[in-house]
């Protein structure tokens, strides 16, 4: 079974500023997806970005780029030039061959003016 | 697209009675989740389908707990009895099987269920 730790239940920034949000996971399969979900106050669950463990390049998203280190089974995130409206929970979710997402508990992110 | 659609948005029930979550996924998806959200346990999968078929369901908590998809449009969550212990945030989300888009789920809004 997957599972998915990650260890900063919370964490704070300033406006503009650089935050990085840590994930680590255990997986058997050879070929699989990892994402990062941000859950804002709304409660809405909106994708931020998507990596294929197969590719070697980290996946950017504007803002958002992921450090994607295989071996280890790091899944980090970047977010660069935070903004107000980054303040959510950030939730780190690897998947397998089987469609099923497996989410981490959840860092508390607060970017502060 | 509306993207995935769920009904209601707040629900309240006593003890006991029956509750029914509803879920409209993106028009075309062919892989419709339900997850349950709770502050100790977190995001939980409870159930997927795929073509309306129901794939794995090794995380429904217990019988008074089932899920229909009777067509592509639609699927229920239906917990009978309800509990207290049953007050969470229930998520419906959906995906499509294709090379470009595949394994992106797309989440609804959530039905927040409190059970008194």
């Known amino acids: 079974a997957q599972t998915v730790t990650q260890s900063q239940p919370e964490m704070s920034v300033q406006e503009a500023e650089t935050v990085t949000l840590s994930c680590t996971y255990d997986?058997?399969?050879?070929?699989?997806?990892l994402f990062w979900y941000k859950q804002p106050p709304s409660r809405q669950m909106i994708l931020v970005i998507r990596?294929?463990?197969?590719?070697?390049q980290n996946a950017t998203e504007n803002r958002f780029s992921v450090n994607f280190q295989k071996a280890a089974k790091s899944f980090s995130l970047k977010i660069s030039d935070s903004q107000l409206g980054d303040t959510a929970m950030y939730f780190c979710?690897?998947?397998?061959?089987?469609?099923?997402?497996?989410f981490g508990k959840g860092t508390k992110l607060t970017v502060n003016p | 697209d509306a993207g995935v659609i769920q009904s209601p948005r707040h629900e309240v029930t006593e003890m006991g009675q029956e509750v029914t979550l509803r879920c409209k996924p993106i028009?075309?998806?062919?892989?419709l989740f339900w997850y349950r959200q709770t502050m100790m346990r977190g995001l939980e999968l409870l159930i997927y389908?795929?073509?309306?078929?129901?794939?794995?369901d090794s995380g429904m908590p217990e019988d008074r707990f089932s899920a229909k998809m009777p067509n592509a449009s639609f699927s229920t969550l239906k917990i009978q009895p309800s509990e207290p212990r049953d007050s969470a945030v229930y998520f419906c989300?959906?995906?499509?099987?294709?090379?470009?888009?595949?394994?992106?789920?797309?989440f609804g809004a959530g039905t927040r269920l409190s059970v008194l």
């Open positions: 989300a959906s995906s499509l099987a294709h090379f470009e888009t595949k394994n992106i789920q797309y």
């Open positions: 997986t058997s399969e050879s070929n699989y997806y």
């Open positions: 990596q294929e463990a197969y590719k070697q």
């Open positions: 979710a690897p998947q397998g061959g089987s469609e099923k997402l497996v």
């Open positions: 028009s075309g998806h062919d892989y």
């Open positions: 389908f795929n073509n309306n078929v129901p794939i794995d």
